[in-house]
């Protein structure tokens, strides 16, 4: 049973320029979770999605950021017109069932750096 | 708004001591869990705590809920290389629909 997958592992981006970044989660797993890395802010939550549907996207800047996971095929997170800002570490976690308590499971990551 | 703190922020520590990691809050947790991540890797669930006093250990590694529910503690004994990285704690928040996470206590073991 393959783990959570996120890809790419690292994006360079130019400033003005989309970044897209892909989530499978694990098998069986309904629920994505989107969190951003910081070394000074630590680990942030962006967006929590079940299938097809936003739940709760209180993290997630208003203007120039999407998520979405659809019926078929990973999770999406969408960041438009980057900025330098927009730099970091972005994880993606699943989990079978909805719940902070219930364990979730991270990828690896993806590192972006917009230059 | 909760936050969790943890102490300390840096520990650099020989093989084969003793340590002891710290995550605080003034909030009451239903739960709180503690991750271990790798540098280029994402975290790695350790132990969920639940129940307040509850201790769980997982092979060196000794963790402690408190009494009331507002802080956790990491133990590890005989500290080994391997056990190098960043401690992270986490509890449930916002209607339970996500984790809120400390800034982390990054470990050094030395040979």
């Known amino acids: 049973n393959a783990g959570v997958m996120q890809n790419p592992r690292h994006l360079v981006r130019r400033r003005g320029q989309e970044a897209r970044l892909r989530c499978s989660p694990m098998?069986?797993?309904?629920?994505v979770y989107w969190y951003r890395q910081l070394p000074e802010e630590g680990l942030k939550f962006m967006v929590y999605?079940?299938?097809?549907?936003?739940?709760?996207e209180s993290g997630m800047p208003k203007e120039r950021f999407s998520a979405e996971f659809p019926k078929e095929g990973p999770s999406i997170l969408r960041i438009q017109q980057v900025v330098r800002g927009d730099s970091a570490a972005y994880f993606c976690?699943?989990?079978?069932?909805?719940?902070?308590?219930?364990?979730?499971?991270f990828g690896q990551g993806t590192r972006l750096t917009v230059v | 708004t909760q936050l969790l703190e943890q102490s300390p922020q840096f520990l650099s520590i020989q093989e084969g001591e003793n340590l002891t990691v710290y995550c605080n809050s003034s909030?009451?947790?239903?739960?709180l869990q503690w991750y271990r991540q790798e540098p280029g890797e994402g975290p790695v669930l350790l132990v969920t705590?639940?129940?307040g006093g509850e201790v769980k250990k997982l092979k060196r590694l000794t963790f402690q809920f408190g009494d009331a529910r507002k802080d956790s503690s990491l133990h590890i004994t005989a500290a080994q290389t391997g056990d190098t990285g960043l401690y992270l704690c986490?509890?449930?928040?916002?209607?339970?629909?996500?984790?809120?996470w400390g800034l982390g206590t990054s470990l050094a073991v030395n040979p």
């Open positions: 976690a699943s989990s079978p069932r909805p719940g902070g308590n219930t364990e979730a499971f």
């Open positions: 098998k069986g797993h309904s629920h």
């Open positions: 999605l079940q299938k097809e549907n936003i739940i709760d």
């Open positions: 909030s009451v947790f239903s739960s």
């Open positions: 705590v639940v129940t």
């Open positions: 986490a509890g449930p928040a916002g209607n339970n629909r996500k984790l809120i």
